[in-house]
């Protein structure tokens, strides 16, 4: 079975300053990655997504994500956060089989972007 | 309609009553899936469906836990005699059944069981 580890559970960064949230996640075979965003008060939503081709990946807002395989990590960027970037995310993997694409978690990031 | 919907938002009840979950996911999806989000879990699976294929009950937590699909659109998860431990975010997403598809969730139901 797959996990995913998320290395920070909360983060607080001042605007401008930059973002990386750490991703690991344990499966040996093929999986797709996601990272999703939760802002207050709001449901969940699709910030990027990784299937196969370049390993950086681009997302809304200015995030971005690489995929190391090696290192079966799938870290999440952003040079210059904003206020409103304030919000918890979610790493996310499903591994590629044949039945279903269920979606394993991490436990969540929670970032505060202070003024 | 636009996006995921899902019925209550909240619901409070209290412990050893049944609760019933409704989700209408966007149309024209055909996989759908139940999560549950919690302070001490996370994010977890706990059942999806797709088509008329049999559903994958992998994560549901205990026999009090089902759900249903009827005709293949609205979703209903049921929680019978409900415990303290029930309390959480209960989370619904849809897909069309391709593998690279990303899942669309809804607003949740906040269950508290009292």
């Known amino acids: 079975a797959q996990s995913v580890s998320q290395h920070n559970h909360h983060v607080i960064l001042s605007e401008a300053a930059s973002l990386e949230l750490g991703c690991n996640y344990s499966y040996g075979g093929t999986v797709n990655l996601f990272w999703y965003v939760q802002y207050p008060g709001q449901h969940l939503q699709l910030l990027l997504k990784y299937f196969s081709g370049d390993p950086l990946v681009k997302g809304i807002k200015g995030f971005e994500a690489e995929f190391i395989k090696s290192k079966f990590s799938f870290n999440l960027r952003k040079p210059s956060v904003q206020w409103s970037d304030t919000a918890e995310y979610f790493c996310?993997?499903?591994?590629?089989?044949?039945?279903?694409?269920?979606?394993?978690f991490g436990g969540g990031t929670r970032v505060l972007v202070k003024p | 309609g636009a996006g995921v919907s899902q019925s209550p938002s909240n619901k409070v009840t209290e412990k050893g009553k049944d609760v019933e979950l409704r989700c209408d996911p966007i149309s024209g999806h055909t996989a759908l899936y139940w999560y549950r989000q919690s302070l001490g879990q996370g994010l977890e699976f706990l059942i999806y469906?797709?088509?008329?294929?049999?559903?994958?009950k992998s994560g549901l937590p205990s026999d009090r836990f089902s759900a249903e699909r009827t005709g293949g659109s609205v979703s209903t998860l049921t929680i019978q005699r409900t415990q303290q431990e029930d309390s959480a975010v209960y989370l619904c997403?849809?897909?069309?059944?391709?593998?690279?598809?990303?899942?669309?969730f809804g607003p949740g139901t906040r269950l508290t069981v009292l």
């Open positions: 997403a849809s897909s069309s059944y391709r593998v690279r598809d990303e899942q669309f």
């Open positions: 996310a993997v499903n591994a590629i089989k044949a039945a279903g694409n269920k979606l394993t």
């Open positions: 469906f797709q088509g008329n294929s049999a559903p994958d």
